[in-house]
């Protein structure tokens, strides 16, 4: 026998040196199972005092706390199946401790506590209704690609979705807690005070944003932030929805480039068609400056000089190298490839500068250009270059229209009158061969043309550029003969002014 007994505690102790060796683990239990055991417990308890301590009150009523804490880990029907264990246990109780015998106070006390179970479990299953319905509504957060974060008022983070994990590269437990803004290093597009401001008055606010992810790229989103506030109306919360526009913005400035690239191609093929012209507005002033040289010459070569007629040459000479000299500043700035830059500018101006270098071709179709300028016009808000050559391609397009007119006098007018408050209306009417309303309609689209040499993209140009400067430009049959084009730019107001 004792060899026996020997040889278990012999056995016993290998098998704990063995598990002490490969220190197997002994699972913990988990916060739901803890919950259960409690829950389990608790019943167990509740039913042994309430059956066997005669304590005088309703001690079934606590069955309650069990219905909540079983709320929290099984579905609507394993409450409800919960609740209808903890009703028959309490009926159960009763009938143990009192039998066949009725005692009013126990009875009542039995009422009180099946009363405070179902009431207990009514709102139980309410309240879990609600916590799964706000669970699947952050479930629609999380599967949406857009970043959808929230943030409390001192702009520390609450809740991060899946799309924002993906977008930025934080997790949602490295995101939680900390200030967005100094997480993600945005930079505003306004001072955040009026941001801020804005989203108080009006309970929104949207733009653009530049954020920075973990990996350190920048993000360009399209930000939405919606103002959250509790029942006295204090602001509480923020929701911020981003959407990656990065790509999009890259893609834009990439057509932005080619349309530049494109309007200068178009400036420099125009400046070619237009080079006669321009040679007689160099030649002329240059010419004239011969002219006044050779004159000033004689004067002086008198015997007896004459300083005042050579003075009045020499000046004559200035004039005319000032004039060549801005006809060749026009020139160069209509070459030249720049970036736009929007100034004020007076309207009138411009057409008058335009109609000096499309003179001689005007002159070589037997066209009279006529304008009628509206005075006392705003400014204008816009890149002098690009409205020099919408202005240029509309002169062009009317005098080659009028090229097959012999029947009646070929005039071009150049006309300008404010529309609105803030619209400056350009019009550019012909008396040429026009066209159908059809054709009229097709003008602005790209490569489309009544040409037999031309690309198409004169117009489609001009009305990327007019569309740049906030108006739009169209045309039109007359009531006579030819077409009128016109086209409107936004006013500069009083400040730009």
Not at 121 to 136: G, I, P, S, W
Not at 293 to 309: M, N, Y
Not at 353 to 380: N, Y
């Amino acid at each position: 026998m004792p060899s026996i007994y020997g040889s278990k505690c012999t056995d016993q102790v290998a098998v704990c040196r063995l598990l002490k060796d490969r220190k197997v683990p002994f699972p913990l239990p988990t916060k739901s199972e803890l919950i259960a055991l409690v829950a389990l417990a608790l019943a167990v308890a509740i039913f042994i005092i309430d059956t066997f301590t005669p304590l005088g009150i309703a001690v079934a009523a606590l069955y309650a706390i069990v219905v909540v804490l079983a709320a929290r880990l099984i579905s609507r029907a394993g409450v409800l199946a919960v609740a209808w264990g903890l009703l028959a246990l309490t009926v159960l109780s009763y009938a143990v401790q009192h039998g066949p015998d009725f005692e009013s106070a126990a009875f009542v006390r039995c009422l009180v506590s099946l009363l405070a179970i179902s009431i207990t479990t009514f709102l139980a299953l309410k309240t879990q209704a609600a916590a799964t319905a706000l669970h699947e509504q952050a479930e629609l957060l999380d599967v949406t690609h857009d970043s959808v974060f929230a943030r409390n008022m001192d702009d520390v983070i609450t809740y991060w979705n899946r799309g924002a994990e993906e977008m930025y590269g934080w997790k949602r437990n490295e995101a939680v807690g900390r200030v967005s803004h100094e997480l993600m290093r945005t930079k505003f597009p306004l001072p955040l005070e009026e941001i801020s401001a804005e989203l108080s008055r009006t309970g929104r606010w949207e733009g653009e944003l530049v954020h920075t992810s973990r990996d350190g790229k920048q993000i360009d989103v399209a930000s939405r932030w919606s103002l959250q506030r509790d029942e006295r109306m204090r602001p509480v919360a923020i929701l911020e929805t981003n959407n990656d526009v990065t790509a999009a913005k890259h893609a834009q400035a990439a057509l932005h480039s080619a349309q530049a690239e494109l309007a200068h191609v178009t400036r420099i093929t125009t400046l070619g068609e237009m080079s006669a012209s321009i040679a007689h507005e160099v030649n002329q002033p240059l010419a004239a400056i011969v002219t006044h040289g050779e004159a000033s010459l004689r004067w002086l070569k008198r015997d007896a000089p004459v300083i005042d007629e050579a003075l009045q040459a020499i000046g004559r000479i200035i004039s005319d190298a000032n004039r060549a000299s801005d006809v060749i500043r026009r020139i160069r700035e209509l070459a030249k490839k720049a970036e736009p830059e929007v100034t004020s500018l007076d309207i009138n101006d411009i057409i008058e500068e335009v109609v000096a270098l499309v003179r001689h071709e005007a002159l070589s179709h037997r066209v009279a250009m006529r304008l009628k300028l509206a005075p006392h016009l705003p400014q204008v808000l816009g890149d002098r270059i690009r409205l020099q050559q919408v202005i240029i391609n509309l002169l062009m397009n009317g005098l080659q229209a009028m090229a097959k007119v012999g029947d009646r006098p070929r005039v071009l007018f150049i006309r300008t009158q404010l529309q609105e408050p803030d619209k400056v209306l350009v019009s550019v009417e012909d008396v040429g061969i026009g066209m159908e309303a059809e054709s009229a309609e097709k003008l602005f689209t790209a490569f489309y043309t009544t040409k037999p040499n031309g690309m198409g993209m004169g117009l489609s140009i001009c009305r990327s550029i007019i569309e740049a400067h906030g108006g739009r430009i169209w045309a039109a049959r007359n009531s006579g003969p030819g077409m009128t084009f016109q086209f409107t730019v936004s006013a500069a107001g009083e400040q730009a002014r």
